[in-house]
């Protein structure tokens, strides 16, 4: 049965049980795993169940309380919560010590230095930690090093390789793995029953496939349901498998499918990195594929499975393992500039440009 409904990471669970009934939870964590795969929403649970005066056996929070009131409705004054806003790049620097008129009097760092006002502990819960600065992991460093008695911190992000070595080295990590294409579907159907998800219409086939393709993200299973998506999907494979590759037409595809999400910044970013999902999908099978291999990946991703348009793209590309690791890396450096704000026109005419190179050349007297 699912923890506090967290599905699909029992083994974490269990770690932090075993922890808690031996008194040992550690002053500072590392969260590491894909999007959409419920780190932050584990973050955000653990830390009620880490503050309630009253806990159950098994780490469950009484639910009662007013510690457990108010960490539900994301009130808790010990509970801390911070994360990189939609018009930065970076966290700043002042979330964790105050602008310079309040250094150290405010903040991250000055806030879980206090006693706690109404729970066990306090918990500081920093989401987006792939976007914390140099300026702002070094003022963390002393925090992590040494956190305060009845504390906890938590870091969430996406990969060891955009943490600083020393913010590693401070934290126990705790990995979560993608979600299992069967748990994203039970999800995305409870989801849909209570009215959660808009998605009035959709049948059991589509959410199947969808789960299917979403790479273990939850958040990317949401997004596909689109059907402005789903069928973009079938087209950008076509268009990533020609050859040559029409980098100019891909462009203004996709360029016109992000505009169709509205004015406003989020929904296109949040479009466009389905977009490049997808793409990124697509040359990674490629790789494999030229590499001889039907479903090697890298540690902990898991690989789509079943699904024909993707492996009909891939057998009408047909290029080299060079060529697709060049796909993968543009294609990574692209969603790197999402989360740097980057003008999303020209992120999509540079993504495209650089993927003409990656695209097999056309055999002498074709393509011309």
Do not use: Y
């Amino acid at each position: 049965m699912a923890w506090q409904g967290i599905e699909g990471h029992d083994d974490v669970v269990a770690r932090f049980v075993a922890a808690a009934s031996r008194g040992r939870i550690a002053g500072a964590f590392l969260f590491i795993g894909p999007d959409g795969v419920g780190k932050g929403l584990f973050a955000r649970t653990l830390a009620k169940a880490l503050v309630c005066p009253a806990p159950r056996p098994g780490l469950e929070p009484c639910g009662n309380c007013p510690s457990c009131i108010q960490a539900s409705a994301g009130s808790h004054p010990d509970i801390d919560v911070v994360e990189k806003p939609e018009d930065r790049a970076t966290i700043p620097l002042e979330v964790f010590i105050g602008d310079r008129e309040h250094r150290m009097r405010e903040g991250l760092c000055w806030r879980i230095l206090l006693a706690p006002a109404l729970g066990r502990r306090k918990v500081a819960i920093i989401l987006d930690a792939d976007h914390l600065s140099d300026e702002a992991a070094n003022c963390l460093l002393k925090t992590l090093e040494e956190p305060p008695d009845s504390s906890a911190i938590i870091l969430v992000g996406t990969a060891l390789e955009r943490q600083l070595p020393t913010i590693r080295s401070r934290c126990q990590i705790i990995r979560f793995a993608p979600l299992e294409s069967g748990t994203v579907a039970t999800i995305l159907r409870r989801d849909i029953a209570s009215g959660a998800i808009e998605a009035a219409g959709i049948d059991d086939a589509t959410i199947d496939s969808c789960a299917a393709r979403s790479g273990g993200s939850l958040s990317r299973a949401r997004l596909l349901l689109d059907p402005h998506l789903a069928g973009f999907r079938a087209r950008l494979l076509d268009m990533l498998s020609h050859r040559p590759l029409h980098g100019v037409d891909l462009a203004r595809e996709v360029q016109q499918l992000v505009e169709a999400a509205g004015k406003d910044a989020p929904p296109r970013r949040a479009r466009l990195r389905v977009v490049l999902g997808a793409a990124l999908d697509f040359f990674r099978a490629s790789l494999r594929s030229s590499a001889g291999s039907a479903d090697a990946g890298r540690d902990g991703e898991r690989q789509p499975t079943a699904d024909p348009e993707l492996q009909h793209a891939v057998a009408s590309w047909g290029g080299s393992a060079e060529q697709a690791t060049v796909g993968i890396r543009c294609t990574l450096d692209a969603l790197d500039g999402i989360e740097r704000n980057a003008h999303l026109p020209t992120l999509v005419d540079a993504w495209t440009v650089h993927l003409e190179p990656a695209a097999p050349p056309a055999p002498p007297g074709k393509g011309r």
